[in-house]
């Protein structure tokens, strides 16, 4: 079985940056996809950023041009990059993987256990 392990968040003014990294164990990296996603208190868990099937990244609308996503498959590793960070960004963040590819849907099947990301205005 995979396990996760996020790291990155922090507390940043608006306009600032963070990096969030996820280390995977337990199994073969590079077979499973991944996705980032978030849930804010009170609001359901979103999708926002993931690779399709080619390998290409998908965001969601409320992130593109601001957040990259990227993996270091040598590393075991899944990173999201976060600029231009917005107040409504704020929530805790996590990484997910499973065999099946669910782009930005949440039914991965492993989970992390979370970091949080506070933006400030």
């Known amino acids: 079985q995979v396990q996760l392990v996020e790291s990155g968040g922090g507390s940043v003014q608006a306009g600032g940056s963070l990096r969030l990294s996820c280390v995977v164990s337990?199994?073969?990296?590079?077979?499973?996809?991944m996705a980032w996603f978030r849930q804010a208190p009170g609001k359901g868990r979103e999708g926002v950023a993931a690779?399709?099937?080619?390998?290409?990244?998908s965001y969601a609308d409320s992130v593109k041009g601001r957040f990259t996503i990227s993996r270091d498959n040598a590393k075991n590793t899944l990173y999201l990059q976060m600029n231009s960070l917005k107040p409504e960004d704020t929530a805790m963040y996590y990484c997910?993987?499973?065999?099946?590819?669910?782009?930005?849907?949440?039914?991965?099947?492993?989970w992390g256990q979370g970091t949080q990301v506070t933006v400030s205005s």
């Open positions: 997910a993987a499973d065999r099946v590819n669910w782009l930005l849907w949440p039914r991965y099947k492993n």
């Open positions: 337990g199994d073969t990296y590079s077979t499973y996809y």
């Open positions: 690779f399709e099937h080619v390998g290409l990244p």
